[in-house]
């Protein structure tokens, strides 16, 4: 479980060496033979928002990857989910972060995805976002439905948050595009703009923490709170049965007590035809060495063997079940 150390100089290679991202170059493996190896190659991770922990973790299991097999692995920078899986369909990344709602869409052609099924298939169920829904203290806003006529940064274009955002404002009675000055912003933009007090408020799906969220939080204290909207989830299982109750605990942001929230898991993706073989070893790899991906980020933490497969809509690719079985 320890034997490989991420060094941390190590991941700022993997990190940096990262942002071209770029099409797949790898050998197939044997996976006639029912083998669980990775040949040798180079595969491409799409990640997300710089701060967020899609950007932290994919470049841990890029190191990881690259330390353990035969694989050259990279991890890029993107907007996330629903770019991610726009550019792993398109071969521009081999193996993709996504949100269980957008890679559901994709697998069923509705929302993001609307009469576009995607050829996607998973390698696992791995930890759970939160929703974090905050807002500056004195712009008078209570619950999403008081963000009628605010500036809300409503996450990257093509991202999970964005996906989520809009729907909890459907939710909540409010049109994005004509109720809310929606500020289409990647995190750290967001969370300068917060700071400068020029937008409300903004929404972010990510694992906890999220080291941008930290420093804001910490940066501002109580000139910003954080709304709950767990009344929401009745109406967001309507749109996909994937959201879950969530709880974004006090200690991890400082906050004055718990706030309840809206959570949904995170998946990892690949094309239908990944080789078995990759994706055999790399499952394996993600929770053999969960230890060291705990060391990247605290989110890898709930990374657990006995959930992994709980990808449904998405069809669980071969290779990883056979991992996962073997497990």
């Known amino acids: 479980m320890r034997s490989t150390k991420i060094a941390a100089g190590a991941l700022v290679v993997a990190m940096a060496a990262a942002a071209c991202g770029g099409k797949q170059d790898r050998e197939p493996a044997g996976d006639e033979a029912g083998g669980c190896e990775a040949a040798e190659g180079r595969i491409t ?16 299991l890029a190191q990881l990857i690259s330390d353990n097999t035969e694989l050259n692995a990279s991890a890029a920078e993107t907007g996330a989910s629903v770019q991610n899986i726009q550019q792993l369909v398109a071969g521009d990344y081999d193996i993709a ?12 052609g509705s929302g993001s995805f609307e009469g576009k099924p995607q050829d996607i298939t998973a390698l696992a169920r791995i930890y759970s976002n939160f929703t974090h829904v905050i807002v500056r ?3 008078g806003i209570d619950s999403v439905a008081d963000m009628r006529g605010k500036s809300i940064s409503t996450g990257s274009p093509k991202s999970g948050t964005e996906v989520i955002a809009n729907r909890l404002l459907k939710a909540a009675g409010l049109d994005p595009t004509t109720d809310v000055s929606a500020q289409r912003l990647a995190l750290r933009q967001t969370v300068d703009q917060m700071k400068a007090g020029q937008i409300d408020g903004l929404f972010w799906s990510g694992g906890l923490p999220t080291p941008e969220i930290t420093d804001l939080t910490t940066s501002l204290g109580a000139e910003v709170s954080f709304v709950d909207i767990s009344d ?5 299982r309507e749109l996909n049965p994937v959201y879950e109750e969530g709880t974004l605990a006090a200690d991890t942001y400082g906050l004055p007590e718990d706030v309840d929230t809206i959570a949904v898991p995170n998946m990892l993706l690949v094309r239908e035809d990944f080789g078995a073989g990759e994706a055999c070893a790399i499952t394996n790899l993600i929770f053999d060495k969960k230890a060291d991906l705990v060391k990247v980020h605290k989110a890898a933490d709930e990374l657990d063997r006995a959930t992994a497969t709980e990808t449904d809509p998405v069809p669980l690719h071969p290779g990883a079940r056979r991992a996962l079985d073997q497990g």
């Open 137 to 139: 203290a004195d712009a």
């Open 45 to 60: 991770i799409a990640t997300g928002n710089t701060g967020g922990v899609y950007y932290t973790l994919g470049g841990g």
């Open 232 to 236: 929401l989830l009745p109406a967001m």
């Open 97 to 108: 972060f996504s949100l269980a709602d957008s890679a559901a869409d994709a697998v069923e």
